[in-house]
Every structure is written in structure tokens, then in C-alpha cells.
């Protein structure tokens, strides 16, 4: 599987953007670029997903390089409840039900009130 | 709004012991993942099944996990015996079964944390 190579940590003050760097030098030209994010005690949320072109949805955005060797997840205005740690993850989709999952340690975001 | 059943939230059993957990995945969903997740650390993939056939389960210990999704509807993760090691959250999740080409959401439910004592 592809890894991707996330910080450790970030913080962001409440109410400013915020982009989380995910590095993914090893992609496939099939693998999708997914982003969850955990809350505090609750399982991983999907939070968007792309192959090439920046995506938009309203939870964030997603920028991909032109080489797609890297993306940034862009929260445009960040609360209290985005505090979480966010996790980049490679998808082949392989479909019938053969997509892996495979999460890494992901970034944990901090917001400062 | 569909959700990922999990049962029980919280679990408390001694070494050596039986227990189990149990998931009822989104209504439609072919595929469905059980992971492990340890304190600090990201969800492990124990197991995944497309309907009621196992797809991966390289990750399980065979030795004392078991998985079963006998109808291909919910689905029961046993541990016997539990271990001290075993404390954790078992998470399950549900998809759509790709198609296209196309990866589809995973959506979680709220886990159960274990705790073997």
C-alpha cells in the first residue's frame, strides 16, 4: 500500500484557516487521496476525497499537487469542533468490496480559542 | 440519518475470558470492517468482508479472534481468550461496495472499548 507522511501535530487559532499537509510521494495513478478525521471518543468521519482536480464540499476543501505527490485539506474557518486528529489515506479502488482502509497516525489539530 | 450500530459502548472483562461485539452495519452496505484501535494510535483493519465472504483478515490473530457476518447483514468479533494486550476500541464501519472504479465512503460507528483486567 502507499503510504502517506502526515506532521504529528498542528494548532490553529479558532475562527482562521487551516491546511493539514499530507505527503503521498508513492501514489499510484488509480489511488484516491481520502481524508477522515476523528473526534474525541467517537469512531473516524469521512471528510472528502479526490483523484486529481481540488475538491470543495461543505465540511472543507482539498488541494492536490500537480504531481499529486502531496495535498492539503483546508479548513476555511476553524471552531472548537474541529479539534481532532485528521488522517490522510490512499485508496485503490478495486472495487466489489477490495478497497483498503489502512490508517496511519494522522495529524492531531489543536485549536486555540 | 443511517448509522453503524455497535454494542456494547463499553466492555470490562477479566484475562482469559470470553467476549464479543457486535455490529450492524448501514442498510445496503456490502462491505463492512472491523478495526482495533490502541490509545494514540490510528485504526488497525482486522478484518473485512464483502457480503458474507471474508476479503482480508490478515491482520487478525487467528489464534484467539474470530469474525463471522453469517447473512452478510451484521456482524459478531469474538475474542477468547482475552488478553491484557487486547484493551482497546474495536471499531466497525460499512461501505458501499465500490463500483466503477470508484472508492466509496466508510462510515464508523461509535466503537466499543475494552477493557481486559
Known amino acids: 500500500d502507499a503510504k502517506t507522511t502526515q506532521p504529528n501535530s498542528m494548532e490553529s487559532n479558532e475562527e482562521e484557516p487551516v491546511h493539514l499537509p499530507c505527503n503521498h510521494s508513492?501514489?499510484?495513478?488509480?489511488?484516491?487521496i481520502h481524508w477522515y478525521r476523528q473526534l474525541p471518543s467517537q469512531g473516524p468521519e469521512y471528510v472528502i476525497h479526490?483523484?486529481?482536480s481540488n475538491v470543495n464540499n461543505r465540511m472543507a476543501s482539498l488541494a492536490i499537487a500537480e504531481d499529486r505527490k502531496s495535498s492539503t485539506l483546508i479548513l476555511h474557518r476553524a471552531t472548537l469542533r474541529d479539534a481532532a486528529v485528521y488522517y490522510c489515506?490512499?485508496?485503490?479502488?478495486?472495487?466489489?468490496?477490495?478497497?483498503?482502509?489502512?490508517f496511519g497516525t494522522g495529524t492531531r489539530l489543536t485549536i486555540i480559542p | 440519518e443511517a448509522e453503524v450500530a455497535q454494542s456494547p459502548r463499553y466492555k470490562i472483562t477479566e484475562k482469559s475470558q470470553a467476549v464479543a461485539f457486535w455490529c450492524d452495519p448501514i442498510s445496503g452496505h456490502a462491505t463492512l470492517y472491523w478495526y482495533r484501535q490502541i490509545l494514540g494510535q490510528g485504526p488497525e483493519l482486522l478484518v473485512q468482508f464483502q457480503d458474507e465472504s471474508v476479503v482480508d483478515d490478515s491482520q487478525l490473530p487467528k489464534d484467539r479472534f474470530s469474525a463471522e457476518r453469517l447473512k452478510g447483514v451484521d456482524s459478531t468479533l469474538k475474542i477468547q481468550p482475552a488478553e491484557l494486550g487486547d484493551s482497546a476500541m474495536y471499531l466497525c464501519?460499512?461501505?458501499?461496495?465500490?463500483?466503477?472504479?470508484?472508492?466509496?465512503?466508510?462510515?464508523f460507528g461509535q466503537g466499543t472499548r475494552l477493557t481486559v483486567v
Open positions: 464501519a460499512s461501505s458501499l461496495s465500490g463500483t466503477g472504479g470508484y472508492p466509496t465512503e466508510a462510515f
Open positions: 508513492t501514489i499510484s495513478g488509480t489511488d484516491y
Open positions: 489515506i490512499l485508496r485503490d479502488p478495486q472495487g466489489f468490496g477490495n478497497e483498503k482502509l489502512t
Open positions: 479526490g483523484l486529481t
